[in-house]
């Protein structure tokens, strides 16, 4: 499996869910924060699917089978904090590979070193949205923990190998990259008074499952969306 | 917007990488400052390297009066000696 096409699909996917915020957002300077970080990813994969081959081609006219994104970045939005926690745990995994991608001098060290400044803003983001959430209201509290619960299940994914992402060439130990991950984000949750899930991160079937091509229910859906049209008109150019 | 979400509006100051001072930009909402100027750079620079913002509370702007406009504006317009206009400008000063 090319890494590639890995982390293309994994921009691709989180930035189509993004997207999906726009005109729905709660308030307007958010909806441009969350359009803003749904353009840069959609540019990350334009530049990592062109190294695979035609992007379009590989957007639009895939099966659900054959994307290869994390089962985390396709689980649908849910409410505002369930989009943060999402977020936070995907942007700081993000963050942190890319810096080792950039320092590492590997095949994607230059289009890393590009896209970690995006990834840190979106980091960021994610971040200060997780304090003000955690430590808002009773009942904002509450949404950011129920947020980081239900995506718990699908944060060790995130550090399963991928060909052409270990430490051979890249840089990327997964095994440090998990425990930086877990150390940000134990820090983050803490000082937002809420508490980091303590369930299992990786389901016995779920493990792996979305870079090996097995993907949720809700993914066969958005999929359909995506790509409804272009496959209606096949080759036309727009 | 939600009267439970009603944020405070913000005004935006931004010195772009070339300029040298900030300029009014706008103005927005949000939760409090830190939020603010996050938002500020995605509405006004559009993260453009090398900026600076400054986000201000509108209510810690205090204006003038537009009804005073005369009497605080006018009396020097009609007293030369009160503008710096009759001075040489020399070559190779800039920003004046």
Excluded: C
């Amino acid at each position: 499996m090319s890494a590639a096409l890995a982390l293309g699909d994994d921009a691709l996917v989180l930035s189509h869910r993004l997207g999906e915020w726009a005109g729905h957002a709660p308030v307007l300077e958010e909806e441009v924060a969350l359009a803003n970080i749904a353009l840069d990813l959609l540019g990350q994969a334009r530049v990592l699917l062109s190294l695979v081959g035609d992007e379009d081609e590989l957007a639009y006219l895939r099966e659900e089978r054959a994307f290869r994104n994390l089962q985390l970045v396709e689980q649908p939005n849910g409410d505002f904090a369930h989009t943060i926690a999402r977020q936070l745990y995907f942007s700081v995994y993000q963050h942190l590979l890319y810096e080792r991608l950039a320092a590492g001098g590997g095949e994607f060290a230059d289009l890393a070193a590009k896209a970690v400044k995006e990834v840190a803003y979106h980091r960021d983001h994610a971040e200060q949205w997780t304090l003000r959430l955690g430590d808002g209201t009773a009942e904002s509290h509450e949404r950011m923990q129920a947020g980081l619960e239900a995506l718990w299940r699908f944060t060790g994914e995130m550090f399963q190998p991928v060909e052409g992402l270990d430490a051979t060439g890249s840089g990327v130990d997964p095994e440090e990259l998990e425990s930086a991950w877990l150390s940000a984000v134990t820090g983050t949750v803490e000082r937002a008074t809420l508490t980091l899930p303590t369930g299992p991160r990786t389901g016995a079937w779920t493990a792996g499952a979305g870079r090996q091509g097995v993907h949720t229910e809700s993914f066969g859906r958005m999929l359909a969306e995506m790509q409804h049209l272009h496959r209606s008109h096949p080759g036309a150019s727009w | 917007m939600s009267s439970s979400t009603d944020w405070p509006l913000w005004e935006v100051f931004v010195r772009s990488r070339r300029g040298l001072s900030h300029t009014h930009a706008g103005s927005l909402h949000a939760p409090d400052a830190e939020m603010a100027l996050r938002n500020a750079r995605d509405l006004y620079t559009r993260r453009s390297e090398g900026v600076s913002i400054w986000v201000v509370a509108s209510t810690e702007i205090t204006a003038s009066s537009p009804d005073e406009k005369d009497s605080f504006f006018e009396p020097a317009g009609d007293k030369p000696y009160r503008h710096p206009t009759f001075y040489e400008i020399p070559d190779g000063v800039k920003h004046l």
